[in-house]
C-alpha cells in the first residue's frame, strides 16, 4: 500500500539560485503543505488545496513552524568528531597535534563504527541529512560510515582519505595501495541504497605525484563519481605546495596535471586562489566547497562569496568538522553571513539557505535528488521550530515576513531548533515538545 503523509507548516523553496535570480527565487507559503509518499516529495502547495486533494494522507501538522529540505553538508571529516573544538593551532600544526593522532584510532574497526554513530546522531539532530565526508586512511572507516549512513537510511558520500607523505607512518598508505584500497570500496558501496564513493586525496602535501596522479586514474576509470580534496586554505600551506611541486602554475595545478579537475572535482576551503585558479575552476565547473567556521576557527581568511558567485562558480556550504567548530548548518550559515560581512557583502537570509541546502546539493551534483522541496525529489526534510529560545523568540515575534522570521534562528539557533527531520520519506526524530 502507498504511504502517504501530508506535511502542514510554513514552506520554503527555492526555484532557482538567489545569486544569479534574486530573492524570488525562494518561495514561501505560510500555509504551506508537502506530499510525501513513497519516499519522495510528491506535492508542494498550500494546506487547503492539499488537503483537499489527498483527503487519505496522513497528516502531521507543525503549525508555525518551517518545513525545508534537510541541510545538505558539502565537507566534513566524521574522524573528527570528538576532537572538534581543540584549542590554539593553525591549520598544519593542528593536523599534526590533534587530527592525525585521533585519525590513527580508525584503525580499530570498533571505534570507527561508535564514531560513525554518534557522528550521524549529531547531523540528524541538527537538521542535516545528506554529508558528504572524508573518512581517514583505514578502510575499515570507511566501511563503519557507510554502513551507519545506510542503517538511517541516509543520502552519503564518502571516501578514503589518501596519504603516502607528510604524515605519521601509521596513516600513510602508497600510490598502489590508495588505489587498490579505494577502487575496492568504491566497488563495495558507490550505488549501495543512497550511498555514494568520493575519491579522496586528501590534499597535494600528503599525497605524492604518483599518488595524485593514481587518484586521476582511478577517476578516469570511474567518471560517475565526485573527487573530493582540499584547496588553498592558509597560506603557510601554500607556500609548502610551491615547494613541493616547484614545476607546477599554482596549487590547483598540482591536481589539474594530474586528472584531477572537472566537474565533480570538489575542492574544499578555496580561500587565497590566484586569477588562473579561478578562470579554470569556473571553467571546468568545479564545485568550492565554503567551511566558514573552520576558516576562523584555524585562522585561514574570507572566502570571497560576492566575487565568486559573480563569476558564476559552483559553490557549496559546509562545515568541515572538527577543522570547523559546529555539526550545525545554522551555525555554518551564520558564520558563512558573518565573513561575508567582513568583506562588505550582507548575505540575504534566502542565499545563505539556498547554500546550505540547495547550494551544496548542486555542488555535490545531486540537485536532480535532494536540496529542495520539489516534486520528484528524495523526501529529505527539516522542519525548524523558528522560535526555539527565549532569545530567538522575542526577535522572531518582531518579524515582518519570513526573512527576518528566519534570521535569528539562523544566526542564533542550534539543534533546539530542529522540530523534525524526515529521511526518505520517514520521521525519524521529533525534537522539542511543540510549546
Ligand atoms: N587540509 C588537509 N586536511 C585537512 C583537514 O582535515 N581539515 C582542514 N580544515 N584542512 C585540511
Ligand atoms: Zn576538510
Given amino acids: 500500500m502507498r504511504e502517504t503523509h501530508l506535511l502542514l507548516g510554513q514552506t520554503l523553496r527555492f526555484t532557482g539560485a538567489p545569486f544569479a535570480q534574486g530573492i524570488d527565487a525562494a518561495r514561501h507559503e505560510r500555509n504551506g503543505a508537502v506530499l510525501v509518499a513513497d519516499g519522495r516529495i510528491a506535492e508542494v502547495g498550500t494546506a487547503e488545496d492539499l488537503r483537499a486533494r489527498f483527503p487519505l494522507a496522513e497528516i502531521t501538522n507543525y503549525g508555525d ?3 525545508t529540505a534537510g541541510f545538505v553538508d558539502a565537507h566534513a571529516h566524521y574522524p573528527q568528531t570528538a576532537m572538534i573544538a581543540s584549542w590554539g593551532k593553525r591549520l598544519i600544526d593542528w593536523l599534526n ?24 546522531d549529531l547531523l540528524l539532530s541538527n537538521g542535516t541529512t545528506t554529508v558528504c565526508s572524508f573518512c581517514t586512511i583505514h578502510p575499515e572507516s570507511v566501511d563503519a560510515f557507510f554502513a551507519e549512513a545506510r542503517a538511517r537510511g541516509l543520502r552519503a558520500l564518502a571516501g578514503k582519505t589518501c596519504m603516502d607523505r607528510n604524515a605519521p607512518d601509521a596513516l600513510t598508505d602508497s600510490a598502489q595501495s590508495a588505489y587498490d584500497d579505494s577502487k575496492a570500496l568504491l566497488k563495495k558501496w558507490h550505488g549501495v541504497d543512497r550511498l555514494r564513493y568520493v575519491i579522496t586525496p586528501r590534499f597535494s602535501p600528503t599525497s605524492t605525484p604518483e599518488q595524485l596522479e593514481a587518484m586521476g586514474v582511478l577517476w578516469s576509470e570511474h567518471p560517475d563519481c565526485l573527487m573530493q580534496t582540499h584547496l588553498s586554505e592558509q597560506r603557510d600551506e601554500i607556500e609548502w605546495v610551491r615547494a613541493l611541486f616547484p614545476e607546477a602554475r599554482d596549487y590547483l595545478d598540482t591536481y589539474e596535471r594530474h586528472g584531477l579537475l572537472g566537474p565533480g572535482a570538489l575542492f574544499g576551503h578555496a580561500i587565497h586562489l590566484q586569477e588562473r585558479e579561478r578562470a579554470v575552476l569556473r571553467e571546468t565547473g568545479s564545485s568550492l566547497i565554503h567551511c566558514p567556521t573552520s576558516n576562523t576557527f584555524i585562522g585561514s581568511g574570507l572566502f570571497d562569496m560576492d566575487g565568486l558567485t559573480i563569476e558564476g562558480h559552483r559553490i557549496g556550504l559546509a562545515t568541515d568538522t572538527g577543522g570547523g567548530s559546529s555539526f550545525s548548518m545554522l551555525r555554518t550559515m551564520a558564520a558563512a553571513y558573518e565573513i561575508a560581512q567582513l568583506r562588505h557583502r550582507a548575505l540575504h537570509p534566502a542565499e545563505l539557505y539556498w547554500l546550505a541546502t540547495a547550494g551544496s546539493a548542486r555542488a555535490l551534483r545531486m540537485d536532480d535528488r535532494i536540496g529542495n522541496l520539489s516534486p520528484g525529489l ?3 526534510l527539516v522542519v525548524l521550530d523558528l522560535a526555539s529560545t527565549p532569545a530567538i523568540a522575542q526577535r522572531a515575534a518582531r518579524a515582518d515576513d519570513i526573512w527576518e522570521a528566519l534570521f535569528p534562528t539562523i544566526m542564533m539557533g542550534d539543534d533546539r531548533a530542529t522540530r523534525a527531520v524526515w529521511v526518505n520519506g520517514r520521521p525519524v526524530r521529533t525534537g522539542a515538545p511543540s510549546r
Avoid at 590533534?98 to 570498533?110: G, K, L, S
Fill in 97 to 120: 597535534s590533534y587530527t592525525f593522532p585521533e585519525e590513527m584510532r580508525f584503525a580499530d574497526p570498533d571505534y570507527a563504527a561508535a564514531i560513525a554513530a554518534r557522528y550521524f
Fill in 378 to 380: 528524495e523526501a529529505d
Fill in 65 to 67: 513552524a518551517l518545513i
